[in-house]
């Protein structure tokens, strides 16, 4: 009968649309793409290309350039400049016609050299140069400039245009981040396609007609969009300007790495350029799997914070009140000294580690277990997923889940928190046909997109999750959510089983925490349940860093490096590592800050932790670190929690040291060094280090690579996945852990680095004009200033294979399996009034933003979002001050109306600046409720 | 037989008092083609209009029976009536709409009876306010009267029509920018292929996009058969054809005649069309059909108004706007005014068009000024050739679409036959032309 049931539920498929919405011209429709091969001719060579390719995509393979401005590889084609312009033999002679949206046949004949294909592309680049303003001397696209470059090579000599150029006022910000200099802008549309295409913000179009067409925002209303920084990226001329980087440097000054922004987990591929020892400016590389270039703007644009004020330059130890700046020996002898006090009374907790490289996490985890005697240590901060939870279940990649049939989201707004994820999924809904079905507490930045949004009442999202998953009739509603919309989520779950994917899982569960005000135990249950659903894969969508490495390496309680159980790795980890274990799984962040409040904790270490701003519940955690015996913290910036330390060591930050980093999928990358330490920091292995040394213990790393080649030895999860191949210039996309020998043979980069693409990229080719060199056909890779020789390292032994192990040596540890089925949650009855849901924007409080000059300010200013039938009712209107009260405190804030929202829930934005939910979170709820009330009215 | 005799197809109740309401129309025998058509298979209907041959009068000249032939086989198909007629000197549709909208909603539901649309889009240009409002006023009773709208007649067809005023871009006129504004977005030409909207169209599905003029015949043809309509006209110019005459004539104004049967020397000069040129001046060039077209000398009077006639002599008859200029007219101006409209009507998609048709204008209009330099014939017709290739006829072009080759025509034309006069404003370092009408006057037209 149920069966029955569920065949008749109607799945509402959200289509391919016919045709996109994309402000510039309507696309062709892609060729079907056969996977046949097909033989043509180009400029007289025969070469093979593919069934539906693009011309100027199967030239490109061939080694044959055909110039162009507005064609993007990660864009539809719109044959807006002409620049591409080739003759094609066709049934009436040879034909003009642009390279970038005919696709190739069978027997083609394609010349890009005839005289009439150069003079139609000396045409459109003169015509180019009409209105171009030649202010190429203070222009900061000089050097590095498309129009420069393909005028160079297939220009014509001399300007014919004596007339009057078209002049604007320039340039105008067209939002706080981005200039725009209407005089040098090409009309590509390569701005406004990405802005509407790719991101989904149309805010930018192109406005008037003729000559004076000029790329324009709506009236009074800013480009305000997540990602605006990649159509600066993508200007092939100098039109549009990001501020942080205007007038700071020349492109030929600039030094280049490639390497891997770590703002949030999603590990997007950058160039990152230097200018006298300072990081000027990122650019996105294209990395296949991963971010395809593309870059949201915190990570683009949140360097500065590296050099900001509140940045540590030298250790601090507490006098008094006072913190003072020491000696790396006095700060070290203080630290090791209360910490070794802290081992024999009280214990260790060590919070944090989201910050740190690979190599890192891994020298904490390691010291923490032999030389703190501790297993309380915890990268999340109460504000993720238990970590049994995420390394336990079975793994999808970004590509996974763009493939699947069906995406399930039980996760934060990941338009605010992955943001580059958020344009792959978007990009699987709108053009792969993956359908996307999010439960959610509040509408998300991919909303708009989901075939069907279950809005759960906080607190039970357990129990919506088990009426998905159940084959029981539904009978009335579900946390919330109408029996008609599980049932429709069902239907969907039903037809991806019964459809799948050609190329992927059937569905994906991309897991995060929905909302920081429900507890983690409704996160970890929900999954429990959906892991049953046929085929499925989990894309993890925790957000700090490199957590996804911190948890890897073992920096959670009860977990040990290579995604190993305590107890599951006890034998192997003794044996390793020559020292005892903890004995007993030790305390979660929340646990931590619980004892050490009621000054049962000897010590906590802070690694790159601020619990008083991320921990959700700031309440428990400014009683945990006032009641802390010793604080010692090890951070890049001094923050609300840094204050309260005993001892402050200061850490390098990205781009100033090297180390590997992991991200969602569990793809590990390389991180390049490009400046110098600031001041006189240290890497975060090396402080474990010392401190360890001071209490006893010689760790006996020296570099990077002797940390490598002991995890390669030691972590059954990175057995194989040598250093040399991380670093090495084939390694752009990384490799996915675990991965077998067949996999890591098979780590190359496919794209190669495109100055046309994304100009401003550094690749040997730029420079080189000719019209054969500009289209780079070798991997460019700025190699490491000191790259490994593997002959110079000590040789490790192979780990013995499994269950074969030698005499004496245990047999190597299987990694986590599927979590433990979670304890029924606490059914205690919640109090009355609004549930609250909490999540983070892009702009927020956080260091990261606020010490960056220029995003500072861009934080929105907080506000309660409600019902407006509780506004209503409370006879308040939208702006009005209204107070939230819960069991833990208040906060005074502006209201807002959000018909989208479901009447019994509140919405306030975690940690921004002048009011954070984190002052009104009850960590040990199921889930927060507040009370709300007019501001100066009432009780 | 005199040119004024053949029937009136499209405009035979212009005249009549207010042709424009559903009483006059159904006193004249409105909506009874469409009745009739309700009782034929739209097979029997397109058989019909394929033996009328009636050529699309939007300006490509496309049999619009063939076109209606390539719907690609899909539901939904729509019905789009292009009715943007916004070039320079072109008015036949304006006419039609205004004067009898209901031959015109009548003409759409035939024709999509026949493709079997349920949805009709009229697309009408923005500046026809009054043409807009007795459409929307004839839509109105048309749906009273229950010709249009649900079970349409006690049949099983049913359609709706909107009336969808265009917002000021004559690029809206070109099918596939027409169907983008439609849609809600700028008015930018697709890139092709596909070529057809019957392939697809608006919103993705097969759409036939047809001119007014060619539906307004529908009802004749349907009342008097295919063979009748083709049995007037020659050649694949079949039927009547409307012309819009204007330019220096004494009687500017449309014309309905039978196609391919009238000389432009008829059209100019018999005194019951064009009556002559203005102030018995002398006949200088022919712009033939529309300002896009290259321009013919007076030696061509004698040709035949026919499509096949004009491509002959290498231009075309395009949407049937004649414009003769007589002996005063500066060529350069007149080339300069053309490039200007079409320049300012340029998506700015393309960019030949975008920005090679700015430098024409710019440069047309300082050798109208009297800064020209002799260099400036040889840049001009270079610029010309790298918008349309070989700046021949039919025009190669660089180009999504092909409003950038509509500038170089008149440029080419004035270069080739009136040299001299360029080289006048070069070497006088003026307008050789009276200096009444100095650019400057006109810009502010």
């Known amino acids: ?939 | 037989m005199p040119v004024t005799d053949a029937p009136k197809i499209v405009t035979r109740r212009l005249r009549q008092d207010r042709s424009w309401t559903l009483e006059s129309y159904l006193a004249d025998g409105g909506y009874q083609g469409l009745r009739k058509a309700l009782t034929m298979t739209p097979q029997e209907i397109h058989d019909s209009v394929n033996t009328a041959n009636i050529l699309g009068r939007g300006g490509a000249g496309f049999e619009a029976g063939r076109k209606w032939g390539m719907l690609r086989q899909e539901s939904p198909v729509y019905l789009t009536i292009n009715g943007d007629e916004s070039e320079p000197a072109t008015f036949k549709d304006h006419a039609l709409i205004e004067g009898d909208p209901h031959q015109l909603i009548e003409g759409a539901l035939i024709c999509a009876y026949v493709i079997g649309a349920a949805q009709i889009f009229l697309y009408v240009r923005g500046e026809f306010p009054l043409a807009l409002e007795r459409l929307q006023a004839a839509l109105n009773d048309a749906y009273g009267y229950g010709a249009v709208g649900h079970r349409i007649f006690g049949s099983d067809f049913s359609v709706d029509i909107v009336v969808h005023p265009g917002a000021g871009a004559y690029i809206c006129g070109e099918e596939t920018a027409l169907l983008e504004s439609l849609e809600g977005k700028r008015g930018y030409p697709r890139i092709k292929p596909p070529f057809f909207p019957a392939v697809m169209g608006l919103y993705g599905a097969p759409t036939i996009v047809n001119n007014v003029e060619t539906v307004s015949n529908l009802p004749w043809v349907l009342l008097n058969g295919g063979d009748s309509f083709a049995a007037l006209g020659d050649g694949r110019s079949k039927g009547t054809k409307l012309l819009a005459l204007a330019g220096h004539v004494k009687r500017p104004g449309n014309y309905e005649l039978e196609w391919a049967k009238v000389t432009f020397r008829d059209l100019i000069f018999d005194p019951r069309l064009g009556g002559g040129i203005r102030d018995d001046n002398n006949l200088k060039a022919i712009i033939p059909g529309g300002v896009s077209s290259p321009w013919i000398g007076p030696e061509h009077l004698d040709v035949s108004l026919s499509n096949e006639a004009i491509a002959g002599i290498g231009s075309m008859a395009g949407s049937g706007s004649v414009i003769p200029m007589d002996h005063t007219t500066c060529t350069v101006r007149a080339a300069w005014r053309i490039v200007r409209f079409f320049h300012r009507e340029s998506c700015g998609q393309c960019t030949p068009c975008r920005e090679g048709g700015g430098w024409l204008e710019k440069v047309l209009e300082r050798i109208e000024a009297g800064r020209g330099r002799e260099a400036d014939l040889d840049l001009l017709m270079d610029i010309c050739d790298n918008i349309s290739p070989g700046v021949a006829w039919p025009p190669a072009q660089t180009t999504i679409c092909v409003l950038g080759p509509s500038m170089p025509p008149s440029v080419a034309a004035g270069l080739r036959m009136f040299k001299d006069e360029y080289l006048a404003h070069v070497r006088e370092g003026r307008c050789p032309f009276p200096p009444d009408r100095l650019p400057r006057r006109l810009a502010r037209v």
Not at chain 1, 335 to 347: K, M, P, T, V
Not at chain 1, 438 to 453: I, K, M, S, V
Not at chain 1, 721 to 740: F, N, Q
């Open chain 1, 1 to 939: 009968m149920s069966e029955d049931t569920r065949n008749e539920v109607p799945v509402r498929l959200v289509r391919r649309p016919l045709v996109t919405e994309s402000a510039v011209g309507t696309p062709p429709p892609a060729p079907a793409a056969s996977g046949e091969t097909v033989n043509i001719t180009i400029d007289g060579r025969s070469v093979e290309a593919k069934a539906g390719q693009w011309i100027i995509d199967a030239a490109d393979e061939a080694g044959v350039y055909i110039p162009r401005f507005c064609y993007h590889p990660r864009m539809k084609p719109v044959g807006m400049c002409r620049m591409c312009l080739v003759e094609v033999e066709g049934p009436r002679g040879p034909t003009l016609m642009p390279a970038c949206y005919n696709p190739v046949a069978d027997g083609m004949t394609i010349h890009t050299k005839s005289d009439k294909a150069v003079k139609a592309q000396e045409g459109v680049l003169e015509f180019l140069l009409v209105n171009h303003p030649l202010d190429c001397p203070v222009c900061d696209k000089g050097g590095e400039c498309p129009l420069q470059d393909q005028t160079l090579a297939y220009g014509p000599g001399e300007s014919r245009f004596v007339e009057e150029k078209r002049h604007w006022e320039k340039p105008i910000p067209i939002s706080d981040l981005v200039y725009l200099d209407r005089e040098r802008c090409i009309q590509c549309g390569r701005c406004v396609r990405f802005a509407d295409e790719v991101a989904g913000d149309p805010f930018i179009d192109f406005a008037e007609r003729g000559d004076r067409t000029e790329v324009a925002i709506f009236a009074g209303q800013p480009y305000g969009s997540n990602f605006s920084g990649n159509v600066v990226q993508i200007c092939p001329v100098g039109a549009l300007t990001a501020k942080p980087y205007r007038f700071k440097a020349r492109p030929w000054d600039l030094q280049q790495v490639e390497s891997t922004c770590t703002t949030c987990a999603v590990g997007c591929r950058s160039a990152v350029q230097a200018s006298s020892n300072e990081v000027t400016r990122l650019i996105g590389v294209d990395s296949d799997p991963v971010n395809w270039g593309w870059l949201c703007d915190k990570g683009r644009f949140a360097f500065p914070a590296a050099a900001g004020s509140t940045r540590l330059s030298v250790p601090l130890v507490r006098e008094g009140n006072e913190l003072v700046e020491a000696t790396w020996g006095a700060a070290l002898a203080r630290a090791a000294e209360g910490l070794a006090r802290a081992r024999r009374s009280g214990g260790i907790g060590v919070i944090g580690g989201a910050r740190l490289p690979n190599e890192d996490a891994y020298v904490w985890s390691k010291t923490a277990r032999m030389v703190f005697g501790t297993d309380s240590v915890d990268a999340q901060l109460g504000d993720g997923v238990p970590a049994e939870t995420i390394l336990g279940l079975p793994r999808a990649t970004i590509d996974e889940a763009a493939r699947a049939a069906l995406v399930i989201t039980v996760a934060p707004d990941i338009k605010e928190e992955l943001p580059v994820l958020y344009l792959r999924l978007r990009h699987a809904v709108r053009e792969q046909g993956t359908q996307l079905v999010e439960l959610t507490p509040a509408p998300t930045g991919l909303t708009p997109y989901a075939a069907e949004t279950a809005f759960y009442r906080p607190g039970e999202l357990a129990a919506l999750a088990a009426a998905v998953a159940s084959s029981e009739p539904v009978t009335g509603d579900v946390a919330g959510v109408a029996g008609a919309t599980i049932e429709a989520v069902r239907a969907h779950v039903a037809r991806a089983a019964e459809v799948g994917s050609p190329s992927g899982p059937p569905v994906v569960v991309v897991l995060g925490r929905p909302s920081l005000a429900e507890s983690e135990a409704q996160v970890a249950a929900a999954a429990h349940v959906l892991a049953g659903l046929p085929g499925v894969k989990f894309l993890s969508a925790l957000r700090r860093g490199n957590i996804h490495g911190a948890l890897d390496f073992g920096l959670s309680p009860g977990v040990l490096p290579g995604r190993v159980g305590l107890d599951a790795g006890r034998e192997w980890f003794e044996y390793q590592w020559g020292a005892p274990l903890p004995a007993e799984r030790g305390f979660d962040t929340a646990a931590m800050l619980n004892e050490s409040s009621r000054g049962r904790m000897g010590a906590l270490v802070l690694v790159g932790a601020d619990p008083l701003t991320d921990f959700p519940d700031s309440n428990l955690a400014l009683r945990g670190l006032l009641g802390a015996r010793f604080v010692v913290a090890v951070d890049t910036h001094l923050n609300a929690s840094v204050r309260h330390a005993d001892v402050v060591l200061p850490a390098s930050a990205w781009a100033e040291r090297r180390g590997t980093f992991t991200n969602v999928e569990g793809r590990i990358t390389w991180l390049s060094q490009l400046v110098v330490e600031h001041s006189v920091s240290w890497p975060d292995w090396m402080i474990a280090s010392e401190l360890a040394e001071r209490m006893g213990v010689n760790l006996a790393f020296t570099c990077l690579e002797d940390i490598w080649a002991e995890i390669e030895r030691v972590s059954p999860l990175h057995h194989g996945v040598h250093y040399e191949l991380l670093s090495g210039i084939r390694a752009r996309d990384g490799v996915v852990v675990p991965a077998d020998a067949a996999t890591i043979a098979q780590t190359v980069t496919s794209r190669p680095l495109d100055p046309m693409a994304d100009p401003g990229i550094a690749s040997a080719e730029l420079h080189r004009i000719a019209p054969s060199a500009l289209l780079v056909t070798s991997v460019e890779m700025t190699p490491e200033p000191d790259s490994i020789d593997p002959s110079d390292h000590v040789a490790y032994p192979e780990p013995p294979p499994s269950g074969a192990s030698g005499e004496g040596v245990p047999a190597v540890p299987r990694p986590l399996g599927a979590p433990p089925v979670p304890a029924p949650s606490g059914a205690a009855p919640l109090a009355q009034g609004l549930r609250l849901v909490t999540r983070r924007t892009m702009w927020d409080g956080g260091t990261q933003v606020q010490a960056a000059a220029q995003l500072a300010g861009l934080a929105p200013d907080p506000a309660v979002r409600v019902n407006p039938a509780v506004l209503a009712e409370m006879g308040t209107a939208e702006g009005e001050m209204v107070v939230l009260r819960s069991s833990r405190g208040k906060l005074t804030v502006p209201a807002a109306a959000d018909a989208s929202l479901p009447a019994g829930t509140a919405v306030l934005t975690w940690n921004l600046p002048g009011g954070s939910a984190g002052d009104l979170v009850d960590s040990a709820a199921v889930a927060t409720t507040v009370t709300i009330e007019a501001h100066g009215g009432g009780s």
